[in-house]
């Protein structure tokens, strides 16, 4: 690999040749992750009887991570859906979530219980969340992320933020 190709770029910017030290998966290991069946539990009640959510293309991913889910974001409850969707696939789902979420201790305690949730600085270094984000799909996790960066206003699809 040359250092003019893109490739050796990425991999030495997201330093995934050089040995892990920790194990990030450490860093998701809330303390009040028993209570993300319970949130399950109830998401499944609403999207069952209030929203009727209707599931199509599962047959699209893969058995087993590693992979990219990119939906558009109309919702707080997309990524609650899209876990409920997966099924026991979403064990191995880890969700980047943007820094405005993270500053809010209401929001933030619900992003804890409801997913393997990291955050991304997106004013000032979204970098170590993409470095998170390759090191997770090289330990065979699967990765959630909104391209759109923010939530739709009317369902329509909108330009991919970073």
């Known amino acids: 690999m040359s250092e003019e190709d893109t490739t050796y770029y990425w991999r030495r910017a997201l330093r995934l040749d050089e040995e892990k030290k920790e194990n990030i998966l450490k860093k998701f290991e809330y303390p009040h992750r028993f209570l993300r069946p319970l949130f399950f539990a109830l998401s499944n009640l609403l999207a069952r009887y209030y929203f009727r959510i209707e599931v199509r293309g599962l047959e699209n991913i893969p058995e ?42 209401f929001t933030r305690f619900f992003i804890k219980i409801a997913a393997n949730s990291f955050r991304i600085d997106t004013e000032v270094d979204f970098f170590p969340a993409f470095q998170a984000a390759a090191e997770l799909l090289q330990r065979g996790k699967a990765i959630f992320i909104h391209p759109e960066g923010t939530r739709s206003p009317n369902g329509e699809l909108m330009p991919f933020k970073v």
């Not at 109309?74 to 990524?79: E, I, K, L, Y």
């Not at 876990?83 to 969700?95: I, P, Q, R």
Request: glycine letters at 2%; a positive charge; hydrophobic letters at 35%.
């Open 64 to 105: 087993k991570p590693p992979y990219i889910i990119a939906p558009n974001h109309c919702s707080a409850m997309d990524f609650p859906t899209v876990a409920l969707a997966m099924g026991k696939k979403a064990h191995d789902l880890y969700t980047i979530t943007t820094k405005h979420f993270y500053d809010n201790p």
